[in-house]
C-alpha cells in the first residue's frame, strides 16, 4: 500500500529552526509537494521537489532523497505566525497526490 | 497568480436539503479540479476528481449519487451535496492543477466551505 508518514505535533521556539520530515511509500514517485495549513483554512503551496537535493525558498527550505524515500521541511527563524499544519503529499505513478496526516507546529514565543 | 475560489465559504442547512457549492479559478484554466472533504484535526480526503467536459471520477466510498459534480467550464467546478445530513458536516476544499505555470503541475486551493448541517 501507498504511506506518508510525518510526526503529529512538534513544538519549536520562536526564533529557532525547525525540521518537519517525511517519509514515504508511494507506487512510483513524481515529485513530492509541502503545504502549509492553519486552522479552519485551506492548505496553501509552499515547495516542491523532484529531485535529490536541497530547494530554499527564503526562511523554508525542503530537502528529497529518493532513495531513501525522505524529505524534510526546514523552517527558520520561527515566527508565531508560523503555527500551523504542514502537509506533505507525493504524487505517485498515476499522478496522483497521495498526503500525509500532517504535523502539527505549535510555536512558543 | 494561480487563484483559486470557492462559493459560499460557509453555509447552514437543514437535514435534507441541497447545497450547491462552487469552485473557480480566476487567473487560469484548469481542466482538472478536486474535491477535498477534511473532519477537524483530520487530513484531507480525496473525494473526486472532476474533469472538464467528462465525467468526474470518485474514490471509493464516495457516492457519486450524494456527491454532484459537474465540470461544465475549464474555469468552473461544482459540487453538490443532495439531501445532506449532519454527518455531512465538513470542511469541503476544492483545488485545481494549473499545468500553464507555477510548479510543475502543482495543485491550488480554494479557501474551503464549512458545511453544517443541522
Known amino acids: 500500500g501507498q504511506n506518508i508518514d510525518q510526526p503529529t505535533e512538534m513544538t519549536a521556539t520562536e526564533g529557532a529552526i525547525v525540521q518537519i520530515n517525511c517519509t514515504y511509500q508511494?507506487?512510483?514517485?513524481?515529485?513530492l509537494f509541502w503545504y502549509q495549513q492553519h486552522a479552519g483554512e485551506a492548505p496553501t503551496f509552499l515547495s516542491y521537489n523532484v529531485l535529490d537535493g536541497l530547494e530554499e525558498k527564503g526562511r523554508f527550505s525542503s530537502f528529497l532523497s529518493r532513495s531513501k524515500g525522505y524529505s524534510y521541511l526546514l523552517l527558520k527563524e520561527l515566527q508565531m505566525k508560523d503555527s500551523a499544519s504542514y502537509l506533505c503529499?507525493?504524487?505517485?505513478?498515476?499522478?496522483?497526490?497521495?498526503w500525509g496526516a500532517g504535523t502539527k507546529l505549535i510555536i512558543k514565543p | 497568480g494561480a487563484v483559486v475560489s470557492q462559493h459560499p465559504s460557509w453555509v447552514i442547512c437543514k437535514s435534507g436539503t441541497s447545497v450547491k457549492i462552487e469552485c473557480r479559478s480566476l487567473?487560469?484554466?484548469?481542466?482538472?479540479m478536486f474535491w477535498y472533504r477534511q473532519f477537524p484535526k483530520q487530513s484531507l480526503m480525496l473525494m473526486a476528481t472532476?474533469?472538464?467536459?467528462?465525467?468526474?471520477?470518485?474514490e471509493q466510498g464516495v457516492e457519486k449519487d450524494k456527491f454532484l459534480i459537474n465540470h461544465a467550464s475549464l474555469t468552473l467546478s461544482t459540487l453538490t451535496v443532495t439531501s445532506a445530513h449532519p454527518e455531512d458536516s465538513s470542511f469541503y476544499i476544492c483545488?485545481?492543477?494549473?499545468?500553464?505555470?507555477?510548479?510543475?503541475?502543482?495543485?491550488?486551493f480554494g479557501p474551503g466551505t464549512r458545511l453544517t448541517v443541522l
Open positions: 483545488s485545481a492543477r494549473d499545468l500553464t505555470g507555477g510548479e510543475a503541475d502543482t495543485q491550488y
Open positions: 508511494t507506487s512510483g514517485f513524481n515529485g
Open positions: 487567473d487560469f484554466q484548469a481542466t482538472t
Open positions: 472532476s474533469n472538464e467536459g467528462s465525467k468526474a471520477t470518485y
Open positions: 503529499a507525493v504524487r505517485d505513478s498515476n499522478y496522483q497526490l497521495i
